[in-house]
Structure formats: C-alpha cells, structure tokens
C-alpha cells in the first residue's frame, strides 16, 4: 500500500471558526487540526520520547566502556511520487482550472514537501480560501478546499455623528465582495480612523459575522463612538514677550470652555496643531523675532481618553529691525534707488516676514506690468546677531521680456470659445501684463458660468519670451428652472415661477420668463439680452412685462388697498464700452398705467350729484392720481464697475449716473436723475467691508404744483420711496412724507366724540341723566358740573390710517460687514452681516388735510355693484303691544316704500351706511434728516430659494415714521 500524507494548515494561520449561532465574534482565529494530523503528532512524541528513554543506559554504559563501533546502514533514499493527477475538492464559486492557476504543481513533475508547502502558502495568498488542504496518494494529489464566504451586507450598527454615507465609500468591505480577515481589519482601523478625525478617539469598533446560507455572510460592525476629546488646555512654555491668551488667539486650535461652547475649534486635531505650529512662527516672524523655533509640540491624551492636554515649548530669541533695504536689477528697465523708495520697509523698522512675502509679490506685479511675467525676485538676508538687524536686498535676476503665444480655452463642452475669448483683455502677440491678465480673470468669473475661484493659468512658450494664457473651465449649470412658494413680511403668501437661461445656446445670451404672484402684487415678463451683437462689443436687450401692484395703507393695524396700479410696458436696451471699466447703457421705456382705487369703498356724491372719488375717503393726492397715462421715456446711464465679481464682489468699485426723460410723447412729463456708488474691500481673514450709497431726484417738466389744494407737480406713483427692504429697521414705505389720519376718541369721557369745545358735564347718577353743555369758559363751570377739555385723538398707532405719499429727492446709505464662516457654513450658502443704514426722502408739497371733529357729521351710504345707494325696507310688520315690529325686511335702491305696513308711520326706508368717525389728518416725515438703523443679518442660498433675516435697531427717525425690527423674505428674490 503506497504511502499518503497529508498536509494541512501550518500554526499560526487563521482559518474558519466553526460557527453555532446567529453571529460569530472575528477576534478569535481557532486552529484546527484534522484527525489524521493529530494523531501523526502523537505518534511522534510518543516515538521520540521512547528513543530519548532509550537512549539513557547506553550514553550512562559508554561513559564507562565503551563499546566497539558498530557498522552504519546507509539509509533508503526517499520515494519521490510523480504527479500524476492535480483534482480539486470542494470548490463552489471557482472552477477548478482557475484554482490549479494559482499553484506551481503540474502533472509530470516530482511531488515534494516543499512544492506542497508552497502551493498552500500561494493558495492563502489568494485570500479567496478559508482552509485548504493537499493530500497525496502515490501521485494523484488531491487539493480540498474550503472557499471564503461572499459578503451579503455591510451593516453598521450605532454610528449616530457618522452616518453611513461617510463611513461605507471609505471601507474596501462591501457587498457581494470576497470575505478576507485582512480587509474586516483594515476596515476597523479605518472606521477608526475616521472617528479620530472627529476628534473621538475613544471610539472602539467590533466586527461580527453573521453567517448565511449558500457559503453567504452578513458583516457587521457595532461602534462605540464615544465622547468628543476636547482640547482641555494649551500650555505655551518659554514666552516672555506675549502671553499665552494673546498666542493662544492666534491658533487655529481653542481650548474648551463656555465661551466656546459652539465653537469647531475646540476638537482635537493633528492636522491643525501642525498647522498652529505653522501660525506661531508666522506670529513671531511677523513680530521680529527672527530666530524664534518650537522646542518641542506635545499632545496628551487624559486617561478617561475624553481631553487632551496640549504642551508647546517655544524658544522666542531676540528681536530684529530692518537693516539697509536694497533692490539690485539685472533688467535695464527699473531703477534700483527708484524701487527701493517704493518698498514699503525702511531702515529701522521692526522686521516683518508676512511684509517681505507681501513685497517680493507686489515686485512681481510690477515687473509683470512691464512684460516680465517670469522675472525672478528673491531676497538676500544679512542677519546680524550682534546689531541685531536684519540686512535685505530683492535680486531681480534677467529674464526677457515676455509676448503672449496663444489663449487657450478647455473644458467648456456647452458655452462657446468665443464667449470666453472675448472676455481676455490681452491677444495673441501682446506683450504680457499681469494687471490685463488680473482683470481677464474678474470677467470671466464675472459672467457667472463657471466655477467659483477660476484663475487664468500661465505656462511657458515655445520660446524663453513666449507664454501661454490657458483658461481651464469648469462648468456650472447656467439654466434655472423654478418652482416655488413663499412668505414674505411684505407680500405675504407668494407664489412663484421663473425659467432663465443664462448662457443660451452656449452664446453668453440670456433669455428669461418671469411669473409671479402674491395677494398684493402680479407680475409676468419676457426678456432678452444678447452681450456682444454680431460678435461686436456692443449690448442689446429687450423685456415687455406687465405688472399688478396694489399700494396699501394700514386701518387699524390692518393692511388695507389703498389703490391698484397696472402697468403694461415695453424696454429696448443698448449698452457700449467706453473703456475698459465705463460702459454708456441707453433705453427707451414704454409704460401704459392705469391707476383705480373701489369705487364702492372711496367715491360719494357727498359734493358732487354723480359719484366722484370723495377726499375725505381717500385723500386728495390719491384722488387726483387716478386715471390712464402714457409714459414715453428716453434714459442714459454711464456705469463704471471695477469689481472683482459682479454675482459676489469682494474688492473694487461700482458707480453708475442714470438720466431719464419722459415727455417723448405720452402724457406725463418729467425728468429724473440717480447716482448709485458701491466699494467693496476684504479687511483680513475673510470679512468684506462695503459702502454702498444712491440718491435720486425727479422733476416735473408739465404740471406745477397746485399749494392751494396740496397737490404736487409729480404724480403719486413717480415720487420715490424709502423703506424695508432698501432701509432696514423701518416698514415697507416707513420713512418719508406721509398723511396720518388719527380718530377722535372719548378722552374727556363725556359720551360724545368731537374735538370742538370746552365741555361741562355731571355724570349721570341712580336718580338724574347725565348733563352735557357747551362750557361759555374755559375755566369756570355751574356748581356740580366738571369742566371737560375738548376731546383727543387717539395715539395708538395701530387705529391710524396711514398713508405713504413719497417725495421728489432721496438719498440711501449703507455701511455693511460681511462675516466669514467655517467651510461648512459657506459650503450651505450661509452669509451673515452687520449692518448700519441711513436715508431720508423728502421735497413733496404739502397735501391739503382734512378734519372731521363732530360725530355723525359725514354719513357714506353702503352701495350697490352698480353705485346706487342700499335702502332698508320694512316689508312686513306688525303691532306687538304698541310697538310696530318688523317681520321681514329686505335691501333696496327704492328710498320710498311702495307698500308699507299699515303700522308704520312713514313710508321712507332707511338708508344703510356708516357715519365717517372724527378725525384730524397730520403731515409728517418731510425732512431731510437721515433716518439711521443698525443690525445683524443673514443671506441663505436655501435649497427652497434665496433666504434674508435682518434684526434691526432703529437709532434715528422724525415722526410719523413706522419702524419695524425683524423681517425677512424667503421664496422670492429680494
């Protein structure tokens, strides 16, 4: 019988766990021994411990006589077997000739135990077996296998701060995979991983397996994430010269404590603690120390693993000023004492690296002005350590002068070459400048199709003085289609719809349709704009629209429509370059308004037979603004825009003059004028400081101002108007001219409302009626009579009527700070901001008022759809007792009952109405005072529209203004 052996899994190597249960702990690797294998093992020992018993006697016997040598028997050699068949056992998912690939046994060739060492280790090798075992029986080798499990699931199991998006990209696990050891290990030190990088480095991970029919497992991993380590406290060991409050504000890195409760920064990171290293040098170099060096940066974890304790120990040495400051210029074009002058650093002051860096760039920019855009600036440093100076000299090296080879564009798939060609202030053959090359990069990032930070990338030439221009794009959507429903502090409930394409056609065009619509306002508009006609550097653009609005005024603290504005227009656009930053826009705008108010709520034949829009009602500047009217206007605007951005600036300036003339026809004429100016500039670490001002002025070239009845020259909807949202702190149309009407109310509690006379009055009593007469003086009374002043008006300001009416002149300024937020924050559009805000509108004539001061004085009846007067008629009725009680009644234009009931004692019907309540008109707000406010607020790009909240305080207003501290607009575009 030929010999068989059998080869199984070396100590040491994992192999399957035999499983009971649902799921099995990985952190085992049991070892299993085949039965065959194990009792080789005993018979081994067994024989070598009997050989070594017997050998005792005979080494004690020849240590005393020894015995003549006996003769040696050559021993057999080996039986080396033939491979004669390779067969594989227990293979499910691989055939067996892929398995056969994996080893270097072939049939023919001599079977070892070393080949078959070999084999097993490239089988594991493979990570695609869980056991493997080879037998051989006289040649026919025999390969039994056991193949890994295929992973069903990856399942996680108590991750709350990580969910699973973030975790599963980051693992090689994943389903229908091979399961291996190797990868479930390396998987735990990733999860791992990734929780210390939140700074929760006692986050603990525990793999099971879960296994399944048909050779399937499920993988899960159940995590303890544990606490957040915080930075307890950041010691700073070696200072002398600034505290450790003062370095520690200049880390990136904060210690935990309750003014930093909210604060990112206050989690343990390595990245940013190599980066604080980085912000302490820059620190101390900025402030002259010049040798300073971190001895050692050191971070201990707690033993509760919830803190970390952070240790730097600084060595600041001493402080160093400027030397003598040299420029030397290989390049004839710049005079050295000339340049050295500019430099911005001088003998004796204190030295400062971040100003070095900041100079060598700006030596660059001007070299780069001139054509040198490979000029090569370095600084030469003369330290001396007993004068303590720092010596320097900028060494401009030759280079020559450099012509730009080509422009090229890549990455656009939609938007045309043309359309990015010609926004490059430089072509082909110009000599290269770095402030052309600067602001080719603003218009680009200008047009709004690209990605944000885009920069025009140079790279050499075919030649040293020969560079090209690559603008590498990186496509944005430029299509919006939108959807949406809102609630505005203005508008209320707004519904909203707009499709626009900003690049159309890939040809930079715009074309937009606009509807939308909310309980005061309509509006529907096409328009078009094409920047470049015919390819040439000219602008045209065209929008016909139609607009709703309905003005409105406040009755007791409710809104109420004050009058309806429809405008139907047409405007035809041309704009033209003058230079590279002033453009001239010139317009024709065609406007057809008609202005209604309810005929049923403001028109009375109180004067007047026919019914005509009633002063009292509605006012006289609204009575005299009603009607249709033709509006042909020419206008002119000369912009200059030196932004970086138009969609969001963060440095340069903005200042347009814009000059309209309606009376080309139609019948309004007048003349309006507006200046707007904006600069911005960035302030350090990511805030944006802007001031931003217009003003407006407008005149009649028609009508004149009519004193006698308070009407002004310029039409009601014409006038300007200040208020939420272009001055916060103040309601929509709450600073400026306005008419108040306030109602008499019972302050003198004499039971009758007017503001006329002195009263003397006895309050009524169990036995006697209250006694009312007009007082003959103002200080004496009849004996048991109070005397009573005149009655007031009441000074809620909710029960006001009021009435925004606008002026002729404005003026509006705005002071705002940009604030910087985490990556986070900028990455959901977040913006906040404070702000300070100023204006004031003025210049109207002063309106005719109106008094009402005697109750029941001015009755309005109620009125038909057709304006008839309402009448209430007694059409059935009878005695009850002595009275003549209705029985049915209905509502009439007839003022004359034709058929009373024989128990009425008249046929008239009575009239339905409402007596007008007293009241005094005031004017107020015309002045040229600045109205001021100040606030916080937040701009959000939402996933459902642009979102604004603003909390604003009002520090400065004239009388009669109507403030407001909190609004916010969110659905539609503000």
């Known amino acids: 019988m030929s010999a068989m052996r059998e080869l199984s899994l070396p100590k040491g190597r994992p192999r399957n766990a035999q499983l009971t249960g649902n799921a099995v702990s990985m952190n085992r690797q049991p070892l299993e021994r085949s039965q065959s294998a194990r009792r080789a093992v005993a018979l081994a020992a067994l024989l070598m411990g009997t050989t070594f018993l017997a050998g005792l006697p005979a080494a004690a016997l020849a240590q005393t006589a020894p015995a003549p040598a006996a003769p040696v028997a050559e021993a057999p050699a080996p039986v080396v077997d033939t491979i004669r068949t390779i067969t594989v056992e227990g293979s499910q998912r691989l055939e067996p000739d892929t398995i056969r690939s994996y080893i270097k046994l072939r049939v023919g060739q001599p079977y070892t135990q070393q080949a078959a060492d070999q084999a097993l280790k490239d089988l594991y090798a493979t990570e695609l077996f869980t056991e493997v075992q080879i037998r051989n029986d006289g040649g026919a080798v025999a390969i039994q296998i056991k193949e890994n499990p295929v992973i069903n699931r990856i399942v996680l199991e108590g991750n709350k701060r990580l969910k699973e998006d973030k975790i599963l990209p980051e693992i090689k696990l994943s389903p229908r995979q091979i399961f291996t050891r190797s990868k479930v290990r390396a998987d735990v030190a990733r999860i791992i991983e990734l929780y210390k990088r939140q700074g929760r480095f006692g986050a603990n991970v525990e793999p099971k397996m879960v296994m399944l029919d048909q050779n399937r497992v499920d993988i899960v991993f159940e995590i303890t994430e544990g606490p957040k380590s915080k930075v307890r406290s950041i010691n700073i060991l070696g200072n002398e010269q600034f505290s450790d409050g003062e370095l520690r504000g200049e880390m990136m890195t904060k210690q935990t404590g309750l ?309 139907t227009g047409l405007q035809l656009r041309a704009g033209l370059p003058l230079s590279e930053y002033l453009s001239a826009v010139g317009s024709y705008t065609f406007n057809h308004d008609n202005i209604t108010v309810d005929r049923n709520q403001y028109y009375s034949d109180r004067v007047n037979p026919t019914l005509e829009c009633d002063p009292i009602i509605a006012g006289r500047y609204l009575c005299d603004a009603i009607g249709k009217r033709t509006t042909s206007m020419l206008g002119l605007s000369l912009i200059y825009d030196s932004l970086d951005n138009r969609v969001r600036p963060s440095r340069g300036n903005s200042v347009s003059v814009t000059a309209e003339f309606a009376g080309l026809g139609g019948s309004v004429k007048y003349a309006r004028l507006r200046l707007n100016a904006a600069k911005y500039w960035p302030v350090g670490k990511g805030f944006i400081f802007s001031l931003r001002g217009e003003a407006g002025a407008i005149k009649s070239l028609g009508r004149k101002n009519d004193l006698t009845n308070g009407i002004d020259a310029v039409s009601l909807t014409d006038r300007f108007y200040l208020g939420e949202p272009t001055i916060r702190g103040f309601d929509i149309r709450g600073v400026g001219p306005r008419v108040v009407r306030k109602y008499y109310t019972d302050t003198n509690n004499d039971l009758v409302v007017d503001g006329l006379n002195f009263v003397c009055y006895a309050p009524p009593t169990s036995t006697t009626t209250a006694v009312r007469t007009v007082a003959t003086s103002t200080t004496v009374c009849p004996t048991g009579q109070n005397l009573l002043t005149p009655d007031g008006v009441n000074e809620n300001r909710d029960s006001w009527q009021d009435d925004s009416i606008g002026g002729r002149y404005y003026y509006l300024a705005r002071a705002e700070l940009e604030i910087p937020l985490g990556s986070g924050a900028r990455d959901m559009g977040l913006r906040p901001s404070i702000f300070l805000d100023a204006g004031a509108v003025w210049g109207v004539t002063r309106p005719r008022l109106e008094t009402v001061q005697v109750e029941n004085t001015l009755f309005f009846p109620t009125r038909n759809t057709s304006g008839l007067p309402l009448y209430t008629q007694i059409d059935a009725a009878s005695l009850v007792g002595t009275v003549c009680t209705p029985s049915a009644i209905s509502s009439v234009t007839n003022p004359i009952n034709p058929t009373p009931p024989t128990c009425l004692t008249s046929a008239n019907n009575t009239p339905q109405g409402s007596f007008y309540p007293p009241f005094r008109d005031f004017f107020f707000g015309n002045t040229i005072k600045p109205r001021i406010s100040i606030g916080i607020g937040v701009n959000w790009n939402s996933p459902f529209g642009p979102f604004r909240i603003d909390f604003a305080k009002t520090l400065l207003k004239a009388e009669g203004d109507d403030t407001k501290s909190f609004s916010f607009n969110v659905g539609t575009q503000f």
Do not use: C, H
Request: no cysteine; hydrophobic share 30%.
């Open 259 to 567: 003014t930093k409760i909210f604060s990112s920064g206050t989690s343990y990171d390595p990245d940013k603690m190599a980066f604080d290293q980085q912000k302490l040098r820059q620190f101390y170099l900025t402030k002259g120390y010049a040798d300073f060096r971190i001895v050692s940066a050191v971070a201990e974890l707690t033993p509760d693993k919830r803190d970390f304790v952070l240790t730097y120990v600084v060595e600041e040495g001493p402080r160093y000023k400027f030397g003598d400051v040299k420029v030397v210029s290989q390049l004839r074009d710049f005079d050295e004492e000339r340049l050295a002058k500019t430099l911005p650093m001088k003998n004796g002051d204190w030295y400062n690296a971040k100003q070095v860096e900041d100079t060598i760039e700006q030596l660059n920019n001007t070299l780069g002005t001139f054509g040198y855009a490979f000029a090569d600036v370095r600084p030469d440093y003369a330290r001396n350590k007993e004068e303590l100076t720092m010596g320097l000299t900028f060494n401009i090296a030759e280079a020559p002068r450099v012509y730009v080879e080509k422009l090229d564009v890549n990455g656009n798939t939609l938007t045309q070459d043309k359309v990015v060609r010609r926004e490059f202030r430089l072509t082909e053959g110009d000599a290269f400048n770095t402030l052309q090359v600067k602001r080719s990069t603003n218009r680009i990032n200008s047009l709004g199709y690209f990605q944000e930070k885009f920069e025009v990338e140079q790279k050499p030439g075919s030649a040293p003085d020969r560079i090209i221009l690559e603008a590498n794009v990186e496509e944005k959507p430029t299509g919006e289609l939108q959807l949406s429903a809102g609630y505005s502090s203005l508008e209320k409930l707004i519904f909203q719809g707009s499709v626009q394409q900003r690049n159309f056609r890939g040809r930079g065009q715009t074309v937009g349709l606009n509807l939308s619509y909310s309980q005061y306002s309509k509006s529907a508009e096409v328009s078009f704009t094409e920047p470049y006609v015919f390819d040439k550097n000219m602008s045209m653009g065209v929008s016909v629209y139609r607009r709703d609005y309905n003005n409105f005024n406040y009755v007791n603290s409710n809104r109420n429509t004050l009058y309806r504005n429809t405008t």
